[in-house]
């Protein structure tokens, strides 16, 4: 069964330092999510992605967060001078299209430790 | 204005119990969809169920059951004779249709199954 898959699953970083969170998404899926989990609180959305622009983002996704698709499979978030509120899980999704009766498909998360 | 809200932050119950877990949505659209996800231990989020403004059909499958009500704005879970797999964090989500295709996740409800 195909799933989206999300390297590293644990990243742990200086505060000030850029980190880039990868994905790869279900191949014949068109759109592109990235949620952050605070630990013990919700899933927030950031940022959705569809053919190669960033088609809807949340007050969270300021100047410091970036988005690309550098090639035809991966999905990267970049995040370039980390905070110390910036340690979070952050899961990448994908769905077929971007109609909000589809279900998004959820990587396994990439838990980012800014020190 | 939160538009999903899980005012149950933990629940315990003992193995073999039923329980219930609840959802409560606000939204100004008429087409929206509810999801219910599954976040175990391991952290990932696994679908479980989606449902659609228009379909207040209660659903079943296997141990699982869920309630939709549109006059209560309720999305309500139930597991019968639980299990301690069943132990994970369970989250309840709406996307809508008019305003774009981003998950709103409530706050997520804590199952613990004592065996």
């Known amino acids: 069964e195909p799933e989206v898959t999300q390297t590293p699953s644990h990243q742990v970083t200086q505060m000030g330092q850029e980190v880039i969170l990868r994905c790869v998404p279900i191949?014949?899926?068109?759109?592109f999510y990235w949620y952050r989990q605070i630990l013990g609180q919700k899933v927030e959305f950031l940022v959705s992605?569809?053919?190669?622009?960033?088609?809807?983002k949340s007050e969270i996704f300021d100047d410091q967060f970036s988005v690309e698709r550098p090639d035809g499979s991966n999905f990267t978030l970049k995040i370039r001078s980390t905070k110390l509120e910036d340690s979070a899980m952050y899961f990448c999704?994908?769905?077929?299209?971007?109609?909000?009766?589809?279900?998004?498909?959820f990587g396994p998360g990439t838990r980012l430790t800014v020190l | 204005a939160q538009k999903v809200t899980q005012a149950q932050t933990e629940i315990s119950v003992v193995e073999k119990e039923d329980v219930t877990l609840d959802c409560v949505y606000e939204?100004?659209?008429?087409?929206?969809?509810l999801f219910w996800y599954k976040q175990p231990p391991s952290g990932e989020l696994v679908f479980l169920i989606r449902r659609n403004s228009f379909d207040e059909q209660n659903e079943i499958s296997g141990r699982y059951s869920w309630n939709f009500q549109k006059s209560t704005s309720s999305f309500n879970f139930t597991i019968t004779a639980s299990q301690v797999v069943d132990s994970a964090v369970y989250f309840c989500a709406l996307s809508e249709s008019n305003t774009g295709n981003q998950f709103y996740f409530g706050t997520g409800t804590s199952l613990t199954v004592i065996p």
């Open positions: 999704a994908s769905s077929e299209d971007g109609r909000a009766e589809n279900e998004q498909f």
């Open positions: 992605f569809y053919n190669n622009e960033i088609s809807e």
């Open positions: 939204t100004r659209d008429t087409t929206y969809y």
């Open positions: 191949s014949n899926h068109l759109y």
